[in-house]
């Protein structure tokens, strides 16, 4: 297994865009708080439209109050040309743009199929690269579509090969509404392996159905070594019914530090930001470290 991992901290976007909106203040707060933590990697803001995603309404303003950390990289969802064009003069210079590997969920998502919304990406990738920035594809539904049920392996690796194609920097794969189990990450992540070996991968698991640890320890046993996970366990997505929050960023600290795998994060901080992203949506996170607190935590007998 990796020695060391790359988290990337995705609650002030993921984990907030299923809450109900919270104050511009709040976010910039959760932002410098995360930052403060030892993760290297946040993701910040999407820039969508506000009708679409009204909790990021306020991107262009959280963005400009950030506290921004010499020691960490901030980046930003774009769902089209249009967002892509705003998180550049905002001064990004790492993009994120999702498609989804299922019809039905990318039509409820950004109105468009999965095929015209890969059209659009070489035009997007090549923007990016002349802006000076990076761009991962995000394929979402790679383990499944609350609408359509099963997704094929080969149609999630066929994204994948698309994406490269493109040009686009790195892969990522979602699992959207936690229907991944370990057998079937060891499965996507071969094929992919062996279709794309060239595409650094990372994996963004929610824990809807209890199995993101586990998907994660599965990954982990294959050399992956690059993982989203959201403070508190918050998230999910507006477009796919029952999606439940990410795997929280302090079970995932938790558990890898305990195997010897470095992740860089101070845990009781993380904790400290937890408790306040809590208090910030206004309702207990289904972070399971957050209530019993680190193995280390005793109690007096």
Known sequence: MPRRVS????????????????????????????????????????FVHPKAIPQMADADEVWAQVRRSPDVSYSALVPNQRGLERALAAGFTE??????????????????????SLAALPELAAKAHEGGATLQLIVSTAWGCPYEGEVPVERVVWVARQGMAAGIDSLAYGDTTGMATPTRVVQLVGETRSAVPDLPLGLHFHNTRGTGLANLYAALQLGVDDFDAAVAGLGGCPYAPGASGNIATEEV?????????????????????????????????????????????????
């Open 95 to 116: 993009l994120e743009v999702v498609v989804s590997a299922s019809d039905t969920h990318n039509r409820q998502n950004i109105n468009r199929t999965t095929q015209e």
């Open 253 to 301: 600290v938790s558990m890898l530090e305990d195997m010897g795998v470095e992740t860089g994060v101070d845990l009781d901080a993380l904790l400290e930001v937890a408790e306040m992203a809590e208090r910030f949506v206004g309702h207990t996170a289904p972070s399971q470290v957050l209530r019993a607190g680190p193995r280390s935590r005793t109690v007096q007998a």
């Open 7 to 46: 988290l990337r901290e995705v609650g002030p976007r993921d984990g907030l865009q299923n809450e109900e909106p919270i104050s511009t203040q709040a976010k910039v707060e959760l932002i410098n708080a995360l930052s403060a933590t030892g993760l290297r990697r946040v993701e910040a803001v999407s």
